[in-house]
């Protein structure tokens, strides 16, 4: 219980508020049971001496014979318990009255001897303050009758069983009001405690949460003090973490992503230049071996010029893949000879066509061109004129002959469509995702021997990539194609 109460803050507020209270309210009653009292004591003697100096005053104007009826007034008073005369010498005297002595009380009239009387009030001893009337209040008068100048004592005794009547009403409350004090006392404390402690539990529990990365939660301000303002703190702190801590992740995110793109990078670089000097190495292989025989004179390699003439055009396939290889090389640095600018793809797409015209009439090729007559774009020239040579390049190239190319760009919502598309012939469907590859042929229709490099598709993408863009390729029922997109741009 002791631990519980250690570890719990509202328990502390709550015991220590309910003592200070009940303490403080037994402290007051005390008080008021001891002062009220007093006071009326006080107001008491006020009373009764008011009335006894008015009294005397009446004797010092008449004979001690004649003073009987003053006496006797005097004794109805209900503030008055009993009065005691004194000559001068001490002596008790027998009080003047036209009734008997025992109207003044029990007081008795031998000669008793008083000494050391002074000025001021005179208190009864313990025996005397016995019952409900008991005398406990005295005043002691001195005087003359108005015909002498003989002194005389006059002690009067006032009742005080009020005084005893109210000791007693707040001993008997005591009990009661001791009850009701502690209960309201709690009930106060667990208000206040309550009134008190709720922001900072709240504060408390927002914190443990905080310490959990928990910021899911709003504290309450309404209030506008000291712990309203903490709370309104804490509300702004809880945003600003998660704000930071969603950035931070969203940072992690993207450094993983990056992460993974390098790594990715690198494994491809490592594939691309096995694959590339895997490449290299069969032409370099190729023609030092013509070029040996050729020079021992072995059988066949006699015929020197025949072997030339086949060294010099797989020296010009080493020569093109090496191009190539530069290409890649530049734009995977992000070369900046590569800038962007306007271009018309419709120019570009005719000069090609008409460079490749023999081919195609060799070929006995169709071309079908379905384009506007200006296709603006905002694009790196050289780059895209390798791209439309690729691709439209490998369509004439491995179209059969009498064969159909079609050309097509169809405008877009805020785009050009491009497609390339030669009739007679399909990938099987196994390769398509492997076109775009470094050095990847499909065997039964792009050997080395149609003297591609092997890199024509995987340079497009490259630089369709460059420019935001992807080529896709699939089968369609006459043939295949080719297609990507690019923004639109005004010339």
């Not at 519980?4 to 309210?25: P, Y």
């Not at 007693?168 to 009701?180: D, E, H, K, N, Y």
């Not at 190319?405 to 398509?432: D, L, Y």
Request: with cysteine.
């Amino acid at each position: 219980m002791k631990e519980k109460i250690r570890s719990s803050l509202l328990a502390k507020v709550f015991l220590l508020t309910a003592l200070l209270l009940f303490g403080l309210s037994l402290v007051v009653y005390g008080l008021l049971a001891w002062l009220m009292p007093q006071t009326y004591s006080h107001k008491l003697n006020a009373s009764l001496d008011e009335q006894t100096v008015s009294f005397l005053a009446g004797l010092e104007e008449v004979a001690f014979s004649d003073s009987g009826g003053l006496f006797d007034q005097f004794a109805r008073n209900r503030e008055i318990y009993s009065m005691e005369l004194y000559d001068d010498n001490g002596v008790l005297i027998p009080l003047p009255s036209a009734q008997a002595p025992a109207a003044y009380g029990e007081a008795a009239y031998g000669e008793t001897s008083l000494a050391g009387y002074g000025e001021g009030n005179v208190a009864l001893s313990a025996e005397e303050e016995t019952g409900e009337d008991a005398p406990v209040l005295a005043g002691h008068y001195y005087f003359s009758f108005g015909d002498s100048q003989e002194r005389y004592l006059l002690l009067v005794y006032g009742k005080a069983g009020q005084i005893a009547e109210l000791q007693q009403a707040f001993l008997r409350l005591f009990p009661f009001l001791s009850a009701v004090v502690l209960l309201v006392s709690l009930l106060v404390s667990w208000i206040y405690s309550r009134m008190i402690t709720k922001p900072v539990l709240e504060i408390s529990r927002v914190s443990e949460r905080m310490s959990r990365l928990d910021l899911e939660w709003q504290v309450d301000g309404q209030r506008t003090d000291e712990l309203g303002t903490l709370g309104k703190s804490l509300n702004r702190l809880s945003r600003n973490l998660r704000a930071a801590l969603a950035d931070l992740q969203k940072a992690n995110e993207e450094l993983e992503a990056d992460i993974r793109r390098e790594k990715a990078l690198e494994q491809a670089q490592i594939e691309f230049f096995a694959a590339a000097s895997h490449e290299l190495k069969t032409p370099i292989t190729v023609i030092k071996g013509q070029l040996e025989g050729m020079l021992l004179g072995i059988g066949a390699y006699k015929d020197r010029e025949k072997y030339l003439l086949r060294s010099l055009r797989v020296t010009q396939t080493l020569e093109s893949m090496v191009y190539d290889l530069l290409t890649i090389s530049r734009l995977q640095a992000g070369d900046p000879g590569f800038q962007t600018g306007k271009l018309d793809c419709a120019s570009v797409i005719r000069k090609y066509l008409a460079d490749t015209e023999d081919l195609v009439v060799g070929k006995d090729l169709q071309i079908e061109c379905r384009f506007p007559d200006s296709v603006p774009v905002h694009a790196n020239e050289s780059l895209m004129e390798k791209v439309f040579s690729n691709l439209i390049g490998n369509a004439v190239k491995y179209a059969p002959p009498e064969a159909v190319v079609k050309i097509t760009v169809r405008e877009g919502q805020g785009s050009w469509q491009f497609s390339i598309e030669n009739t007679g012939t399909h990938i099987p469907e196994e390769a398509i995702p492997k076109l775009f590859e470094a050095f990847y042929r499909v065997d039964t229709s792009r050997s080395r021997q149609t003297g591609g490099s092997g890199l024509g598709l995987y340079i497009v993408q490259k630089i369709l990539q460059q420019h935001h863009s992807r080529c896709h390729v699939r089968n369609t029922q006459e043939g295949v194609a080719f297609f990507f997109e690019l923004p639109q741009r005004q010339l």
